[in-house]
């Protein structure tokens, strides 16, 4: 079956609507000479445009730009119509900052490495040779200190790589800053707080500086000799029962559309919104290590070009991805998204004892991923879409920890020692999903469901009794909740509007299982700005102009944009356009084991149908046993 025809509207931009919504910029008088172009992606329909759309009305194919000049203040956002190559709309936002571009982190790179304060800082270290030296460019936050106001600051950590390929996070040159105004590329001011020395130790990870690595385990490979089960008309996919349209930003990653299960609205858009990582050490300059990936880096634009063979296994289709560059040159990503299926194992079992009668049904599910590096770490992110209608997300953390210094055998409180004289401080990796949630099609609500047990009584002489309740959060302020482990507190999206066959309304659990706790001070600088992590669920009626949960602009942002602030209207938020914000993470104590390279560390949600169908819509899969599996022995046997 192929997908349905509809969801074109929604692909990301192409290549030469990218290059068309460029031109047309770079023919501006206003905005034209010296633009530095910042994130630039398909302008989404609203909730209204988009069933108008469903009704016949033709989408408006429309380009949003940001775009900043390094002699003026703030950023422009930009409307580009791809169909007539005109300006629709611009606004000014005069104090905002767009999010770095990969050429500017390399600049920081470049221009600190020159400056002769920071070559006799290093000099004061035992450093001559400034080829090894290694400056990462990490956002500056907001911090109010001198010479900063007005600048777009980058707080850049430096590390020596000894040689050629070698592994320079074992050697931070821990105590030795730099604030970099990443538009301008000037030097602010170099920071030397003094701080224990290099550690030396060498701990690789390349196989060219190892020892022969293990003998290798037998292969396992993944075969469908029939090929793949989803059928793909450019961007749009139907797998199974699922349709759904996978889109691309250069800030949000891989985007799902429509998502649809038999034909019945379930998601109308699904993304990572933020993701910060707050880092627990106040030492020298650590305090400022806050990093919003998502909001001031981009998720999407540190995206890898897959390899066949490693990325992902079995039969793969894979998407490009394309975004400009800061002189708004093309940028595409090969290969960027990867699709493909996985076997989930036993979906579900039964045997009747008594008839001596097994049912089983091994489980499928669709995976649609990618990989991306900001700075030392990786994320690997999978969409899962499988038999029984649940739609949920994945991300596996690895890369490299953050390295600090310190005296051999004498670690701070906030920090692991993970090799003779380097540290890894205490994090978190906090994410926030964005869930636009269209259940049969609008006018949805969040339920919350608690469970309690029943006091001893005469409804309880034995004590066994416990129930769950159920409370319609009916505005924004209400809907800001917390997970709790006392009463297995869960969510369900629900349309009241929708009953199912027991007179209920058609619902959709968040299954939230990795909620973390913030220990960011909610009234410090940093803990201001990462507001939104100070609920797990938050709820708003959809609004245009309410794509992000730390705002449109993050870099060196206040926070009066992010969700916390933006619930203070509490607004009505029941039988409307909800969107679901949920945050959830890693909570990152540092191991040893974590070095060189970290294991990935995974977490995520997942949304399950809680009343939408009248019985397990996987009810209905067929019978099927795989004659490909053998005995491990070799011999002959029968299949179930």
């Excluded at 004289?421 to 964005?434: D, M, V």
């Excluded at 099609?441 to 339920?447: D, E, I, K, Q, T």
Aim: net charge negative; charged share 20%; proline share 7%.
């Amino acid at each position: 079956m192929p997908p349905p025809r509809y969801l074109r509207a929604l692909a990301p931009l192409s290549a030469a609507e990218i290059n068309a919504a460029v031109a047309v910029i770079k023919a501006d008088a206003e905005l034209g000479p010296g633009a530095l172009y910042g994130n630039l992606d398909l302008r989404e329909p609203t909730p209204d445009e988009w069933r108008a759309h469903l009704a016949g009305t033709q989408l408006k194919r429309e380009a949003r730009l940001n775009i900043s000049h390094k002699d003026r203040p703030g950023v422009w956002m930009v409307i580009v119509s791809l169909e007539t190559n005109t300006i629709v709309s611009r606004r000014h936002f005069p104090t905002a900052k767009s999010a770095f571009q990969v050429e500017q982190l390399l600049d920081v790179e470049r221009v600190v490495k020159a400056d002769p304060r920071f070559i006799e800082a290093c000099r004061k270290r035992g450093i001559t040779d400034m080829t090894g030296v290694c400056v990462d460019s990490w956002s500056g936050g907001n911090f109010g200190d001198a010479g900063e106001e007005g600048h777009m600051v980058s707080y850049a950590h430096c590390w020596l790589r000894l040689y050629a390929n070698e592994n320079f996070y074992a050697h931070p040159i821990d105590g030795l800053n730099v604030a970099v105004d990443v538009k301008t590329g000037e030097v602010l001011r170099i920071d030397d707080h003094g701080g224990p020395p290099i550690p030396m130790t060498d701990t690789p990870y390349d196989p060219e500086f190892m020892p022969p690595a293990r003998a290798p385990l037998k292969p396992l490979n993944v075969i469908q000799p029939e090929g793949t089960s989803f059928t793909l008309d450019g961007h749009a996919i139907a797998w199974d029962k699922w349709t759904l349209g996978i889109g691309f930003s250069p800030r949000d990653g891989i985007i799902l559309h429509d998502i649809r299960y038999a034909g019945r609205p379930v998601v109308r858009r699904a993304a990572l919104g933020e993701l910060v990582v707050p880092y627990g050490s106040p030492e020298r300059g650590h305090y400022r290590k806050n990093i919003f990936d998502i909001g001031e880096y981009g998720f999407g634009k540190f995206n890898h070009s897959l390899k066949l063979g490693c990325d992902c296994l079995g039969a793969i289709h894979y998407l490009d991805s394309h975004y400009c560059g800061l002189d708004g040159g093309l940028i595409t990503i090969e290969k960027g998204i990867c699709i493909h299926e996985e076997d989930t194992g036993i979906l579900w079992k039964h045997w009747d004892f008594r008839a001596d009668r097994t049912e089983l049904r091994r489980g499928r599910r669709l995976v649609i991923s990618c990989v991306n590096t900001v700075g030392n770490y990786e994320y690997a992110q999978y969409w899962y879409l499988d038999q029984a209608g649940e739609i949920s997300f994945e991300v596996k953390a690895t890369g490299i920890v953050n390295t600090m210094a310190c005296e051999p055998g004498r670690p701070s409180k906030y920090v692991s020692e993970i090799a003779p004289g380097l540290t890894a401080p205490i994090h978190q990796h906090i994410f926030c999903a964005r869930l636009d949630m269209a259940l049969d099609g609008g006018g949805n609500s969040l339920v919350e469901v608690n469970s309690f047990a029943e006091p001893v009584g005469p409804n309880n002489p034995h004590g066994n009794g416990f129930f769950a309740t159920e409370t319609v959060l009916k505005t924004e302020l209400e809907a800001g909740r917390r997970a709790s482990a006392e009463t297995h507190r869960t969510w369900k999206v629900i349309n009241p509007n929708k009953l199912n066959a027991v007179g209920k309304p058609v619902g959709y659990r968040l299954h939230a299982k990795d909620c973390v706790t913030p220990f960011l001070a909610e009234n410090g600088p940093s803990g201001t700005r990462s507001n939104f992590v100070r609920n797990h669920v938050w709820v708003t009626p959809f609004h245009p102009d309410e794509r992000y949960p730390a705002g449109e602009y993050v870099c060196n942002s206040d926070g009066s944009d992010g969700l916390a602030e933006i619930v203070k209207q509490n607004r009505p938020v029941e039988n409307t356009d909800i969107v679901v914000w949920h945050c959830f993470g890693l909570h990152h104590v540092v191991r040893p084991e974590d070095f060189p390279v970290q294991p990935t560390m995974s977490a995520g949600f997942a949304l399950m149908p809680s009343g939408f169908f009248n019985l397990n819509p996987s009810n209905d899969l067929p019978r099927e046993t795989n004659t490909a599996s053998v005995l491990a022995d070799g011999s002959i046997a029968c299949h179930c």
